[in-house]
């Protein structure tokens, strides 16, 4: 019996204490301010998915506008991440819609491009965040670089050195990444955390290939948009259809209409090539009505900074300061005295004109191996060794997306198939994945490395890994090493990569034969076939 009694105790005092538990449970949540739901709308910043209760944002401006709205009878607290704003100097300040209560905020800083807000009110509220510097005018410095295409090791160094200098924000001028895959851009983005004022983007050529615009919109922002910051404005465009249509133009012609402070332009790709070259719009009609709106005796056009060819230049196009800044990662275009360096440019913007500085980085270096994975295991293949393989020899060119003939010269290589043959080679059904030092990486089938198995010698011939191109090697050939084929007549044309490539891979991704020529191999990979996805 008296162990009966204990039981039925126990069972009370067990249903007291869930009772209390749940009591002051209702009181911690009556006491604290409740996550309620609450809508946010955004200017110059982009609303980012997240699976957290917080809403996370980034900004594409230096200043930026959030509108909350709690729905009809509702209050609450809303937290807010905004991220890519200078954390340390923003101001917050809040404006309640017309006979409403202004809300409280907290601020939080999480890192010196991260803010947290904790936001309690109701109604309708207005959170305006700017750096306090904003409306004090020049000078001021901004950084900038062009055509990182994936390689993190030089990004990394320009990050490092970014960070050591004044510079409020930095501009990317596009190519961000190799081949506009979302693997690449989340590198892209990892390696930008390090960096600690904001940056903001345009896209490039390599930017938008296969559905990267895409990621682009939804991680960086809009394809072309404008901003002020201490009394200039700063256009931001997209010139990565290798030109600018009609629509744009007209944009701009607008914005530049509306105000009389200096101006400063930004696109990946030039109106003109100062080398002479054709590095530019395709387009000459639409880069003389580019140059006529920016170069006009009316025009408040200080500065037009382009990336898209390798290397750093300073000059003028038509009157106005022209900087070429593509020495972000992208293999070189020019002798180091002729601006063939990596970099980024530091720019200081004041009454008296913009000042302009390269910013010399030093390459990191790289190995000169070559990794091969297979069926049998790995190899890792020395530049001596590489050399001694080295077979093949001939005049060779390309044809790229445009129908222009490129890389011609003299190319010792190695036959692919004897690199491969050292893991195990390859059988019908299997891939070849190689990759590149910039993160790019690219498929080949059984049929392009075995041609003579499905008669691709003549339009293709052998594919070899060149490690030689007019008697220059690696390192100083910037290149290297390097996909190659051996056609019988020299040239690997549109027409021959259309013929000679597998469903799903190289002409069906992108319509290039250059593309199959891929720059900076540091890996093959033999993928079997019961192995692809």
Known sequence: MAAGINKRLSAVITSVLILLMAVICFILLSC???QSAVQVEAEGALLIPSQEEETRLRAYCPEIALTLTWQEGESGSAALVVENIAAESAE??????????EASCTVEKVSP??????????????LELKPASADKGMPFQFAVVGDCQGRIDVLSKIIEEVNKSDADFLICLGDLVASGSDEEYKAFQEAMLKLNCPYYTIPGNHDVKGDGIDYYRNNFGPE????????????????????????QLAWLQEKLGEGEQPAYIFLHVPPVDPRGGDHAFLDSNQAQAFIELVAAPTSPVKGIFSGHIHMFYQGQIAGVDFV???????????SADQGGYYHFALCRAAADGLQVEPVKIEAPSRSDELVVNGKKGDVIISQDELEEMAVLEGELSFENQFGNFKGKGIYRAVPIRDLVEKVGGMEPGDNLMVYALDGYSQAFAYENVYPES?????????????VEYNNTSVPEWPDGYRIAFFPEDGVYDNEDCSLTSAPGQGWHLYQSAGARWVRNVIRLEVVPCQDQE
């Open 324 to 334: 070429i800044s593509g020495g972000g990662g992208a293999s070189l275009y020019a």
């Open 32 to 34: 604290s301010p409740r």
């Open 224 to 247: 072309y948009y404008s901003f002020d910051y201490r009394g200039s404005r700063f256009f931001l465009l997209n010139s990565s259809s290798m030109g600018m249509d009609d629509e």
């Open 113 to 126: 491009t991260v803010l947290k807000l904790t936001v309690k009110g109701s109604g309708t509220q207005r």
């Open 454 to 466: 499905c008669g691709w010698t003549e339009r293709q011939g052998e594919m070899a890994l060149a």
């Open 92 to 101: 917050v300040k809040i404006t309640p819609a017309a006979g409403q209560q």
